[in-house]
């Protein structure tokens, strides 16, 4: 009997090939795309997983309140949090800190022996219980006491092998640093920084007890300020998170209310989140360590996929239906033999299972062609090992499956219950809905895709805003220099002399921070006579003279830094202004006062500058000052020239004459800043090609649809063409059932993308305004695309012979 349903499913799929093939077609398309979002979705999943007693584990994260607002939030917390929590709470076993350097400084690194010197990323200074907390695999020594000793590092297998080639490094010395502040380092340890995925992700590690941030870290005891460690906890097996977290609000009054006091913040809030939440659940939080995905990004691939998938469901339900007259009489000579109504489903489920699993045999391999486009445009690193793990291919046999019997259950339904004298009697079947779920399939099809058309529309206008959007400074042809070492910053005006000597470089300056740079820095100023426990939270920057110049910052008020400028004069923003209250014309007879225990200095207003994006779009412009540094870390040069390859060799040997032994690194600002909005960019590129996709399917399924309806009435077309109907009125009666599909689709689609769209830019506090031609746009180009695939067809049957048509039996 299985073989004889195998030769009837068979013999069916060849006989309708263009059927066939139009369902093959959509599924495995429908099957790649949903592979490749799985592919992506399930590479973001899993991270942290693996330490030893992962869901014990929490890192402290803290929220500031000022004057009943929220006015600061970060995934790190104050130096000391961490083992305080351990002293007061017995159900804390462990706990850890590590500061990213990356954030206030770029040290060189090199091996002892060797003149080439390397900025390294993601550099971490941790205490010694670090490895008591978190699980790595160890290449090189023991991490039970690798980070033990002051002036001890551990290694990235990566780095190792960069420092010290295929050579040993355990016990091994770097320099590290520059100038006075040069360390030499022992390692002590090489870890393998391919095993597992964390939110950790240090390229090495620097013991917590060498001098310098570490020691600086250990040493202070303040729990308001200074929140930039980033602090966890391991608890007892026992524990319970939820009854820790209820105990930090009492713990930070016990341990930190003067100090809350003194920085005049009205309140301060610790949160615990477990360590395999922070990757997919904790892209709302400023300051991470290192890049975490986003999940309501994933569940919007997900979502994307699953409509996909069932767009070349439906494409597969609507032809078998539409064609189930052609099988009327196999039905029901099947029935009077004795076939069973169930029988018959399985023998149709089995031919939907077979096209679906097929199709996903096919997707395979075509999905590991495409997987460099795949990495290129998701930004991320997979394999052919990936698609061909367990898990993946348990996902995808379940995707085969379910999607073979979505795709053939309604189908399977509707032929089986066919009566048998009514299949014997005529080859037309009537159906009670006349068609109307076949109609709605066909809106539901043109519901995704136009949802999709607008989204990409507004998606693609919200990246190009902000690309175009006046920053209130100039990105373009903007280089930043990294300076990085003692020796960079002290040579600064001689740099800058010789710089400004080569043709092409117009202004040259230098700042703590570059643009598109987080400012972390801030401090909490008042006006005199004003309440210290009332301040303002006020964000920090340390620039040179020159630097507005540079960076065509409008000065509004007073003036730019001077050589005998000293850290007491500042520069404010407009926002500055606002925040205290300030009137512009009284800006600079104003001071601001800074108090910090029983030290209280004042500073005085030299200038006003024009409000501009030093963070990013997503966030309103905050308070800023700009005070004279004395050791920046970057180095910015405005140059006008259109061979920048010359431009940038002359900076280098200028500079290599100048600072020996530090690289030359460099970066364009404007592609920086088009990083902060990288994934709006990614999203818009990711939704463009399955917008693309999805209309394909859909005009697959037209294709078909069309095509099977010209077949039912070539009779009738014969005749209206010999009655002298024109190939115009012909072409009109076949595309204009399926054009009105379309309108009813942009009017269910426009009201569901407008309230999606307006929720995502909401994440924008600088945002684009939904214009309603975007919606006009897509319907306009759903209605184009399907006349195209309609009229192809209709066009076809219009200009067909009629008195072949009338002779075909």
Same mark, same amino acid.
């Given at each position: 009997?299985?073989?004889?349903?195998?030769?009837?499913?068979?013999?069916?799929?060849?006989?309708?090939?263009?059927?066939?093939?139009?369902?093959?077609?959509?599924?495995?398309?429908?099957?790649?795309?949903?592979?490749?979002?799985?592919?992506?979705?399930?590479?973001?999943?899993?991270?942290?997983?693996?330490?030893?007693?992962?869901?014990?584990?929490?890192?402290?994260?803290?929220?500031?309140?000022?004057?009943?607002?929220?006015?600061?939030?970060?995934?790190?917390?104050?130096?000391?949090?961490?083992?305080?929590?351990?002293?007061?709470?017995?159900?804390?076993?462990?706990?850890?800190?590590?500061?990213?350097?990356?954030?206030?400084?770029?040290?060189?690194?090199?091996?002892?022996?060797?003149?080439?010197? @390397?900025?390294?990323?993601?550099?971490?200074?941790?205490?010694?219980?670090?490895?008591?907390?978190?699980? $790595?695999?160890?290449?090189?020594?023991?991490?039970?006491?690798?980070?033990?000793?002051?002036?001890?590092?551990?290694?990235?297998?990566?780095?190792?092998?960069?420092?010290?080639?295929?050579?040993?490094?355990?016990?091994?010395?770097?320099?590290?640093?520059?100038?006075?502040?040069?360390?030499?380092?022992?390692?002590?340890?090489?870890?393998?920084?391919?095993?597992?995925?964390?939110?950790?992700?240090?390229? $090495?590690?620097?013991?917590?007890?060498?001098?310098?941030?570490?020691?600086?870290?250990?040493?202070?005891?303040?729990?308001?300020?200074?929140?930039?460690?980033?602090?966890?906890?391991?608890?007892?097996?026992?524990?319970?998170?939820?009854?820790?977290?209820?105990?930090?609000?009492?713990?930070?009054?016990?341990?930190?209310?003067?100090?809350?006091?003194?920085?005049?913040?009205?309140?301060?809030?610790?949160?615990?989140?477990?360590?395999?939440?922070?990757?997919?659940?904790?892209?709302?939080?400023?300051?991470?360590?290192?890049?975490?995905?986003?999940?309501?990004?994933?569940?919007?691939?997900?979502?994307?996929?699953?409509?996909? &998938?069932?767009?070349?469901?439906?494409?597969?339900?609507?032809?078998?239906?539409?064609?189930?007259?052609?099988?009327?009489?196999?039905?029901?000579?099947?029935?009077?033999?004795?076939?069973?109504?169930?029988?018959?489903?399985?023998?149709?489920?089995?031919?939907?299972?077979?096209?679906?699993?097929?199709?996903?045999?096919?997707?395979?391999?075509?999905?590991?062609?495409?997987?460099?486009?795949?990495?290129?445009?998701?930004?991320?690193?997979?394999?052919?090992?990936?698609?061909?793990?367990?898990?993946?291919?348990?996902?995808?046999?379940?995707?085969?499956?379910?999607?073979?019997?979505?795709?053939?259950?309604?189908?399977?339904?509707?032929?089986?219950?066919?009566?048998?004298?009514?299949?014997?009697?005529?080859?037309?079947?009537?159906?009670?809905?006349?068609?109307?779920?076949?109609?709605?399939?066909?809106?539901?099809?043109?519901?995704?895709?136009?949802?999709?058309?607008?989204?990409?529309?507004?998606?693609?206008?919200?990246?190009?805003?902000?690309?175009?959007?006046?920053?209130?400074?100039?990105?373009?042809?903007?280089?930043?220099?990294?300076?990085?070492?003692?020796?960079?910053?002290?040579?600064?005006?001689?740099?800058?002399?010789?710089?400004?000597?080569?043709?092409?470089?117009?202004?040259?300056?230098?700042?703590?921070?570059?643009?598109?740079?987080?400012?972390?820095?801030?401090?909490?100023?008042?006006?005199?006579?004003?309440?210290?426990?009332?301040?303002?939270?006020?964000?920090?920057?340390?620039?040179?003279?020159?630097?507005?110049?540079?960076?065509?910052?409008?000065?509004?008020?007073?003036?730019?830094?001077?050589?005998?400028?000293?850290?007491? &004069?500042?520069?404010?923003?407009?926002?500055?202004?606002?925040?205290?209250?300030?009137?512009?014309?009284?800006?600079?007879?104003?001071?601001?006062?800074?108090?910090?225990?029983?030290?209280?200095?004042?500073?005085?207003?030299?200038?006003?500058?024009?409000? @501009?994006?030093?963070?990013?779009?997503?966030?309103?412009?905050?308070?800023?000052?700009?005070?004279?540094?004395?050791?920046?870390?970057?180095?910015?040069?405005?140059?006008?020239?259109?061979?920048?390859?010359?431009?940038?060799?002359?900076?280098?040997?200028?500079?290599?004459?100048?600072?020996?032994?530090?690289?030359?690194?460099?970066?364009?600002?404007?592609?920086?800043?088009?990083?902060?909005?990288?994934?709006?960019?990614?999203?818009?590129?990711?939704?463009?090609?399955?917008?693309?996709?999805?209309?394909?399917?859909?005009?697959?399924?037209?294709?078909?649809?069309?095509?099977?309806?010209?077949?039912?009435?070539?009779?009738?077309?014969?005749?209206?063409?010999?009655?002298?109907?024109?190939?115009?009125?012909?072409?009109?009666?076949?595309?204009?059932?399926?054009?009105?599909?379309?309108?009813?689709?942009?009017?269910?689609?426009?009201?569901?993308? @407008?309230?999606?769209? &307006?929720?995502?830019?909401?994440?924008?506090?600088?945002?684009?305004?939904?214009?309603?031609?975007?919606?006009?746009?897509?319907?306009?180009?759903?209605?184009?695309?399907?006349?195209?695939?309609?009229?192809?067809?209709?066009?076809?049957?219009?200009?067909?012979?009629?008195?072949?048509?009338?002779?075909?039996?």
């Amino acid at each position: 009997m299985f073989k004889n349903y195998v030769k009837i499913a068979w013999r069916n799929l060849l006989k309708n090939k263009q059927q066939t093939i139009i369902n093959v077609l959509g599924l495995t398309v429908g099957t790649v795309s949903c592979l490749c979002i799985l592919l992506y979705v399930f590479a973001q999943f899993g991270y942290d997983e693996h330490h030893d007693n992962a869901a014990s584990i929490f890192r402290v994260e803290t929220l500031i309140e000022r004057e009943g607002k929220d006015g600061f939030n970060t995934a790190a917390a104050s130096p000391p949090t961490a083992f305080a929590l351990k002293e007061d709470f017995p159900e804390v076993k462990e706990a850890t800190r590590v500061v990213l350097t990356d954030v206030f400084y770029s040290n060189l690194i090199s091996a002892a022996d060797s003149e080439d010197a @390397y900025y390294e990323p993601r550099v971490y200074i941790a205490d010694s219980t670090f490895f008591k907390v978190f699980s $790595y695999r160890f290449l090189e020594g023991n991490q039970k006491n690798a980070l033990h000793e002051p002036n001890t590092l551990v290694l990235s297998s990566s780095l190792a092998n960069k420092l010290f080639g295929k050579q040993k490094a355990l016990d091994r010395a770097v320099i590290w640093g520059s100038g006075e502040n040069v360390q030499t380092l022992t390692v002590k340890g090489v870890f393998d920084d391919s095993y597992a995925k964390s939110h950790l992700n240090p390229n $090495y590690i620097v013991s917590m007890s060498t001098e310098g941030m570490g020691t600086f870290v250990q040493g202070f005891q303040d729990f308001a300020t200074n929140n930039f460690v980033y602090s966890y906890v391991r608890l007892t097996s026992n524990a319970n998170a939820s009854s820790l977290q209820n105990k930090l609000p009492e713990f930070i009054q016990n341990r930190g209310a003067e100090d809350l006091a003194n920085a005049g913040m009205d309140n301060k809030e610790l949160f615990l989140r477990n360590v395999s939440d922070i990757h997919l659940y904790s892209a709302d939080m400023p300051n991470q360590i290192h890049e975490v995905s986003n999940i309501k990004f994933l569940y919007f691939l997900l979502t994307l996929a699953i409509f996909i &998938q069932l767009v070349a469901c439906v494409n597969f339900i609507n032809l078998s239906t539409a064609r189930a007259s052609k099988r009327a009489k196999e039905i029901g000579v099947r029935k009077v033999a004795g076939a069973f109504k169930n029988t018959l489903m399985r023998q149709f489920l089995g031919e939907s299972l077979s096209l679906s699993l097929f199709a996903m045999l096919i997707s395979i391999p075509l999905t590991i062609m495409l997987l460099p486009l795949v990495n290129n445009l998701a930004g991320v690193y997979l394999t052919h090992q990936d698609i061909m793990s367990w898990k993946i291919g348990f996902l995808l046999l379940g995707l085969g499956i379910v999607t073979g019997f979505v795709s053939g259950i309604y189908p399977a339904t509707v032929l089986s219950a066919i009566k048998p004298i009514k299949a014997l009697k005529s080859n037309t079947i009537i159906q009670s809905d006349k068609g109307v779920f076949r109609k709605a399939l066909v809106v539901f099809q043109f519901v995704v895709s136009i949802a999709l058309i607008a989204t990409v529309i507004v998606i693609t206008q919200q990246f190009q805003f902000t690309q175009k959007k006046d920053l209130g400074y100039s990105k373009d042809n903007l280089l930043a220099l990294r300076i990085g070492t003692d020796e960079a910053s002290n040579k600064f005006e001689s740099i800058k002399s010789s710089f400004l000597e080569i043709p092409g470089v117009l202004h040259v300056s230098s700042g703590l921070y570059a643009p598109s740079e987080v400012i972390l820095s801030d401090n909490g100023l008042y006006l005199p006579g004003g309440n210290r426990e009332h301040n303002t939270l006020v964000k920090r920057h340390g620039i040179s003279e020159g630097y507005f110049e540079t960076l065509d910052i409008p000065i509004l008020r007073g003036r730019d830094f001077t050589p005998a400028d000293t850290i007491d &004069q500042i520069i404010v923003n407009q926002a500055t202004l606002k925040a205290f209250n300030i009137k512009e014309e009284d800006a600079l007879s104003t001071r601001l006062i800074e108090s910090f225990g029983d030290e209280t200095s004042e500073m005085r207003i030299i200038g006003v500058v024009e409000d @501009y994006h030093f963070a990013s779009l997503k966030h309103e412009i905050a308070p800023l000052f700009l005070y004279k540094e004395e050791n920046p870390n970057w180095l910015f040069i405005k140059t006008k020239t259109t061979d920048y390859t010359q431009l940038l060799k002359n900076l280098e040997n200028k500079w290599k004459a100048i600072v020996k032994q530090v690289p030359f690194d460099y970066r364009f600002v404007d592609r920086e800043v088009e990083r902060m909005y990288e994934e709006e960019k990614r999203l818009g590129q990711i939704s463009m090609v399955f917008t693309i996709l999805a209309i394909f399917i859909s005009c697959l399924g037209l294709f078909g649809l069309v095509s099977y309806v010209a077949e039912q009435k070539k009779k009738e077309i014969g005749i209206r063409k010999v009655l002298g109907a024109s190939v115009t009125s012909v072409v009109q009666m076949l595309t204009k059932d399926f054009l009105k599909l379309v309108l009813v689709a942009v009017a269910v689609a426009t009201p569901l993308a @407008y309230y999606f769209i &307006q929720r995502w830019l909401q994440d924008f506090t600088y945002r684009i305004e939904i214009q309603w031609w975007v919606f006009a746009l897509a319907g306009g180009s759903a209605l184009v695309i399907t006349f195209i695939t309609v009229g192809f067809q209709s066009l076809k049957s219009a200009v067909a012979n009629p008195v072949k048509n009338l002779r075909v039996e």
